[in-house]
């Protein structure tokens, strides 16, 4: 499953290169991994309130191409890998209009409860496992 998320580059995501400073792309990953979360009607806060957290404990880019300001992006997010402890995600970010692919990366997060690692509860992984379809 790939879920997309437009973005339109806002002035202060550049830096005084005139280019999208490298560390928002990383916000932007979040910003898919949030909305492919959703599309599998799983809402953070509802797991935070469960005493769930989902900390990233990696996350890697490359950079291929920059982003300027008033560009649209498109945030291309997958799911890669899921287990009771942890998930890995993949995205790519390309320009619309000329579909380049400005960068590509991804992250793994894991299950936590208590400040330790944990194993995912049924309602929570069943519908994450749909993901990976």
Known sequence: MEIKTIH???????DTMGVVHHANYIRWFETGRVEFLRALGIDLNEMMSDGILFPIVEVDAKFHAPAKFDDVVEIVTSAEALTKAKMKFNYVIR??????????GNSTNVFTSGGKICRLPEK??????KGLE
């Open 95 to 104: 320009r619309c209009g000329d579909e380049k692919i400005l960068a590509e």
């Open 8 to 14: 339109r580059v806002k002035f202060f995501d550049t």
């Open 124 to 129: 929570y992984f069943s519908r994450l496992g």
